[in-house]
Every structure is written in structure tokens, then in C-alpha cells.
């Protein structure tokens, strides 16, 4: 098997990776090969190789083509037996490849709703549309919107929910907030999200802080994940002119994620746009419960009411109603965090996902 992708070090591989555990390295030899490296992550007995760029004209066509060349050549004389491609560009490689002659089968993933993708990309996937054997699409949400625009045979394209593996609980939640300067009063409001992506609608949390400080005067807000020097700056920025910056921690990017989850009370995510957000599903393994757009498959994620609360995208006035009445309401909160845990332990095991791709790519192989 050979895994394409653009990107190993953003939810789809902190996705894909973990899931490379569980399969039977005696029966499927796997390889892996991305544009970008997948960081601190490591697979024993998968090799994992970054698809080299050009120095010059490293823009289209002729970048796609040296990839596709390299596919090619790296490949060799022997075609692969399932290629499964992530994003844009390595799933237009994974359908020219098996036209090729590179690969008897091709499995294709959609991560998201397609937020940035536009008519040509879809131009592409619709005239190629009669290639991958199967898609799978991680919400039903993104399936729908999947057989609408790309206009694939239902019959190919699959739900399979994203998964992951429940924490170990080792890390003292005390000792991670003292690191961030953060008091036992303190009320922690945490956001986890790729900072690059305006998507992900960091802002409307910001513009919701001022208001949300005045009724709970102990909150504190922390800011996590992914994001350029420029990014974290513009955070902060926007933070001092809200007058809010003492409220506001912008930890940036984190090898260990999953102690600043520790030292939060609730989570929230802004975005405008989901597929089936990795950080809902940390964030309710540890007992948060959590507030979050209803975009995409967050629906399918959080139970409302239950596990946490669905507001209208760009709404902050909703935002900050949901969130002040989590923060005054303490015995809410650990029943909701309780609920969330369960849920994500019963639907969203790894494991579990990891045993219906398997079984999925035996369909399609041996079909």
C-alpha cells in the first residue's frame, strides 16, 4: 500500500499515522509519501519519504509534473497493489497513476467540505471522476456535499469517522498550568486549531473575549496549535487592541499537544468549515466539554446539549452566551466532559476505524 499526501503534520497526519499501527505489517508492506515530513511521528516498519520540489519552476504545471515523474520512477517496475491519496493534487496523481499502469487499485480520502476548492479542482475530479475505486469521506456531511459537486457514483463513496487513540492520564493538570502561569482560580478556555487557515475563525473567539472576561472575570484563554511567526503575532495584536492581551496565552505549536488539553476547563471551535475536526474528538476524551460551530460534522461529533453545545458559525453573541454559562456552571461542565468521554470512547475508537479501512481496502483489492 502507498499513502499519498500533501501533509503529514496537520490533522489528517495526526490521522493517518496512529492508524499505520494497527495493521499487519507481516501481511501489508505500506509506504508513505508526502510533500511534507510528518515531524516527531514515527511508524516502525513503514518508510516514510518526502516527494522532492523543484528549485525552479516550482509552480503549475511543471511542479505537479516532476511529482507525477518521480511517482513514476520511485514506483518502479512493479505496480503498487492500493494507492490511497489525500488532498488535491496527490489525488489527481493517484488517478494518472493508475491509469498508468501503476496501481491496480485507488482509494481517495475528502478531509473537509471542500472550502478550498474551486471550479477547476472540480472540473478535474468530475473528468477523472470514473478512476478511484473508492472515496472516503470522513462525515456524512462531507459525502453530501461530495456527491454534489464532484458528481461521483454513490455507490464508491463511503462514511468512514475519523478516530483516536484515548489518553494516558499521566500529566498533572496543576503542574501544566503553573508552567503557563495560570492560577487554581482560573477558568480555562482553550481553542486548538491550525492558526494559518482564517477557516478555523480564531478572530470570532477573540472579538467574543471583552465580553465574556466581563461576566466571568476569572477566565483565561489559551490558544494552541499550528501557525506561522505571522500569525501568532497577529493573534497577540489583536489582543492588545481588544485590551484583552492579559487574558490571552498564545502557545503556538506544540509537540505535546495533549498536556495543554489538561490544563483547560472547556474547548471551543470557531470555524466556518469542518470535514470531522481531530480537536473536538481530543478535546472530549479528556473530559471537556465543548463549544463549537455547527459546520460540517461537528454536528455528528458533538451531541448538543449533551457533550457540549452547537452555535451558529460567525455568531459570537451565541458563542459567548454558551460559554459564560459553562464557565458559572461547574457541575454542568464535569457531567458534559463525562458524557463527551463516553462518547468518543463508544464511536471513535481507533482501533475500530483503523479495522474498516482494512476491511475496506480487502473489498476493493480482492473484489
Not at 182 to 195: R, S
Not at 247 to 266: C, P, S, W
Request: proline share 5%; glycine share 8%.
Amino acid at each position: 500500500m502507498l499513502f499519498l499526501t500533501d501533509d503529514l503534520g496537520g490533522g489528517t497526519g495526526n490521522h493517518l499515522l496512529p492508524m499505520l499501527k494497527y495493521w499487519d505489517k507481516n501481511e501489508w508492506r505500506m509506504k508513505v509519501f508526502s510533500k511534507r515530513p510528518a515531524g516527531v511521528v514515527m511508524i516502525p516498519d513503514v518508510s516514510i519519504e518526502v516527494i522532492p520540489s523543484l528549485r525552479r519552476l516550482n509552480h503549475l504545471p511543471f511542479a505537479q509534473l516532476n511529482t507525477l515523474l518521480w511517482l513514476y520512477r520511485r514506483i518502479g517496475e512493479h505496480p503498487v497493489d492500493l494507492i490511497h491519496a489525500f488532498f488535491f493534487w496527490p489525488i489527481i496523481y493517484g488517478r494518472m497513476l493508475k491509469l498508468m499502469g501503476k496501481t491496480k487499485t485507488l482509494v481517495e480520502n475528502r478531509e473537509d467540505m471542500g472550502f478550498s476548492w474551486g471550479k477547476h479542482e472540480y472540473a478535474w475530479l468530475q473528468a477523472t471522476k470514473a478512476i478511484p475505486d473508492r472515496v472516503i469521506c470522513v462525515s456524512e456531511a462531507v459525502r453530501e456535499v461530495v456527491l454534489e459537486r464532484e458528481k461521483l457514483d454513490e455507490k464508491r463513496v463511503v462514511v468512514i469517522r475519523n478516530g483516536i487513540n484515548q489518553p494516558k492520564q499521566s500529566d498533572n493538570n496543576d503542574s501544566v498550568r503553573r508552567e503557563l502561569g495560570l492560577d487554581e482560580e482560573h477558568l480555562v478556555i482553550g481553542m486548538v486549531a491550525n492558526y494559518n487557515r482564517p477557516v478555523k475563525g480564531a478572530t470570532y473567539l477573540l472579538d467574543a473575549i471583552p465580553a465574556i472576561v466581563s461576566q466571568v472575570p476569572s477566565a483565561r484563554f489559551l490558544l494552541v496549535g499550528g501557525g506561522k511567526d505571522k500569525e501568532e503575532f497577529l493573534l497577540e495584536e489583536k489582543a492588545k487592541t481588544l485590551g484583552v492581551e492579559r487574558f490571552v496565552t498564545v502557545a503556538g505549536f506544540q509537540e505535546n499537544i495533549h498536556k495543554y488539553y489538561r490544563a483547560m476547563d472547556l474547548s471551543v471551535l470557531t470555524s466556518l468549515s469542518e470535514g470531522l475536526s481531530i480537536t473536538l474528538l481530543e478535546s472530549m476524551s479528556y473530559s471537556l466539554p465543548v463549544v463549537a460551530t455547527c459546520v460540517g460534522g461537528n454536528p455528528e461529533v458533538i451531541d448538543d446539549g449533551k457533550t457540549g453545545y452547537l452555535v451558529p458559525p460567525k455568531d459570537c453573541r451565541a458563542l459567548i452566551d454558551r460559554i459564560v454559562w459553562l464557565l458559572q456552571n461547574p457541575e454542568l461542565r464535569l457531567r458534559m466532559g463525562e458524557e463527551g468521554r463516553h462518547r468518543v470512547e463508544s464511536h471513535f475508537r481507533m482501533q475500530d476505524v483503523a479495522d474498516r479501512y482494512m476491511e475496506l481496502y480487502s473489498s476493493v483489492i480482492f473484489q
